[in-house]
């Protein structure tokens, strides 16, 4: 990190998406809860600043892995983490869950699909998660 802040680097983004183990196989993520917390703690370290991105929603997820989450978003904040962005689950197009949701016939590939992939609108109830209302998750 301290040479990616000699060559200029100033700002890195990480994307965890979850802090959740189970999603974060479920996703393919390769990475773990602790090498999140190294990789943060090592950019501070060096001087850079330091954003994580999460989604919530996932259709495996379940109230105790959006807890994990929560806890995982308050132990970056504790280790200088300075910025944090929350977005819904949204199943894009070739994605693997993508096609394991069209599988079962639960994404229509409607114009209000694909606007949906291009507006983030916050006032939407939208949810592919069985558990987890588009309510609950705004």
């Not at 977005?87 to 949906?116: I, K």
């Not at 987890?132 to 705004?138: F, N, P």
Request: overall charge neutral; charged content about 25%.
């Amino acid at each position: 990190m301290r040479r990616a802040k000699r060559s200029g680097l100033v700002y890195l983004q990480i994307s965890p998406e979850t802090g959740s183990e189970r999603v974060m196989s479920w996703i393919d993520k390769r990475m773990r809860v602790d090498s999140v917390l190294d990789t943060v703690r090592n950019a501070k370290s060096a001087g850079l600043s330091v954003a994580a991105a999460f989604v919530v929603g996932f259709p495996v997820e379940t109230w105790g892995d959006l807890v994990d989450t929560f806890r995982l978003t308050a132990r970056l904040a504790r280790t200088g983490l300075d910025e944090a962005v929350v977005s819904l689950f949204q199943p894009l197009p070739g994605s693997p869950s993508f096609n394991e949701l069209r599988a079962r016939d639960e994404v229509a590939l409607t114009d209000a699909f694909y606007r949906s992939l291009f507006v983030a609108d916050i006032t939407m109830d939208a949810s592919h998660n069985p558990t987890m209302s588009g309510y609950e998750l705004r």
